[in-house]
């Protein structure tokens, strides 16, 4: 017979390597091969064609986002911590963000390499994107301390801090689409990991109540539509020897946001039951 704990940490088990296996995909068709590079090329170069004014406010948010984020996770979770007096979920919190960063910079600069395909050849690797895994981790931090009946809100405002610092990555060219979302599954394999952590621990069973983020799986789904669309136009454009700059940058943030959403949806609902 399993135990409780060991019921209670399965999805999150099932969560991380979901998210690992997913990780990998990403960084084999989007680095590895030339029609990935190809593709996420597109998305970058639309970037530079369709910034419609905006860039310099997005540099200025990229500047400020690092000392941003780590302000407000820490602040948020001094109030949470000493309000709540929960010191394990705290320290969990705190390892899986510094794990999560750490993680990054190091697949980013030494593990993972970028092989020259013919498509922007000279350039380093940049996957996963450091920025999205400042700003994400953060989210996650004051997600994991908030009570369970505040981090629906919690998990809406988290998430869509994390894609606008991970689409002003985008839209300034500091990375590409795939760079983004990397990060974003690392923040996600490493929320799996606390939540393994609380789940096996001796933290408290909150009773479950509804999801309430419906609205945000429907956002997710509208999103995924439309980054599917714009993949299959500029997979289909790119065999023709077309570019569509536009709808592949369109594409590269439907997809960015279709996956922090859904990763956050799917999160909130296995993590529900921890309080």
Known sequence: MFSRSSLRAAPFIVGALVCAILFVGVYLFFVRSYMGQLIDERAFAGADAWQAGIVDAGREFLDLLP?????IAAVFSIVLVIAR???LVFITAVTAVAAANASTQLLKYLILARPERGVADGLSNSLPSGHTTVAASAALVVYLLAAPRFRPMVAVIGSSYAI???????????HRPSDVIAALLVVAFWGCGAGFVL?????RTATPAPSRLRALV???IGCAMVAGVGLAVTYISALAGGSHLLIAYIGGL????????????LGHRVFRTLA
């Open 85 to 87: 007096r929960n010191w």
């Open 164 to 174: 606008v610092a991970g689409a002003a990555t985008l839209v300034n060219q500091w």
């Open 67 to 71: 000392v941003l984020s780590v302000g």
């Open 199 to 203: 789940a096996i621990s001796h933290a």
């Open 218 to 220: 429907w956002i997710a």
């Open 254 to 265: 439907a997809a960015i946001a279709a996956v922090a959403y859904a990763l956050t949806a």
